[in-house]
């Protein structure tokens, strides 16, 4: 949400100098986390929430594409080593789910690229996923 209020006097507009075109708040909530900014939350609506729906940006192909590289990009930052870590497991988590989605659309040379990928950086768990790829190369040579 946009219903976000900040003092001038505590934080530096740089900080919302960012290139992100998706999770944009998100990465700004990490953002401030990392530098040790006090957050507050007023428990009062100051906005109307609008339901979700098929047209919403995070129904997009992009948007969905997009997550594993915020992921990393939020994995940069300065947070504290058990934050990373539930970071690194969501990347993790994400590459695998990409490499199902491009599996599911007959992009068989990336997702074998996204699994190696996974599995290269510590995603070990996904290993057994690797079967699928297999017997989908057996289903085009057939």
């Given at each position: 949400?946009?219903?976000?209020?900040?003092?001038?006097?505590?934080?530096?507009?740089?900080?919302?100098?960012i290139d992100?075109?998706?999770?944009?708040?998100?990465?700004?909530?990490?953002?401030?986390?990392?530098?040790?900014?006090?957050?507050?939350y007023i428990?009062?609506?100051?906005?109307?929430?609008?339901?979700?729906?098929?047209?919403?940006?995070?129904?997009?192909?992009?948007?969905?594409?997009?997550?594993?590289?915020?992921?990393?990009?939020?994995?940069?930052?300065?947070?504290?080593?058990?934050?990373?870590?539930?970071?690194?497991?969501?990347?993790?988590?994400?590459l695998n789910?990409?490499?199902?989605?491009?599996?599911?659309?007959?992009?068989?040379?990336?997702?074998?690229?996204?699994?190696?990928?996974?599995?290269?950086?510590?995603?070990?768990?996904?290993?057994?996923?690797?079967?699928?790829?297999?017997?989908?190369?057996?289903?085009?040579?057939?």
């Amino acid at each position: 949400s946009c219903a976000q209020l900040f003092r001038s006097s505590s934080i530096n507009p740089e900080i919302f100098k960012i290139d992100l075109k998706y999770f944009e708040w998100t990465y700004i909530f990490f953002l401030l986390i990392s530098h040790n900014i006090n957050i507050y939350y007023i428990s009062a609506l100051g906005y109307k929430k609008y339901e979700d729906n098929q047209d919403s940006v995070s129904k997009s192909s992009e948007y969905f594409l997009a997550y594993p590289d915020f992921l990393l990009k939020l994995h940069d930052l300065d947070l504290s080593p058990s934050v990373k870590k539930i970071v690194r497991k969501k990347y993790l988590t994400a590459l695998n789910v990409l490499a199902n989605h491009e599996l599911s659309f007959g992009l068989l040379r990336q997702a074998w690229g996204t699994h190696f990928k996974c599995v290269a950086r510590g995603g070990w768990e996904f290993l057994p996923f690797t079967r699928h790829l297999v017997m989908a190369l057996f289903r085009n040579e057939v």
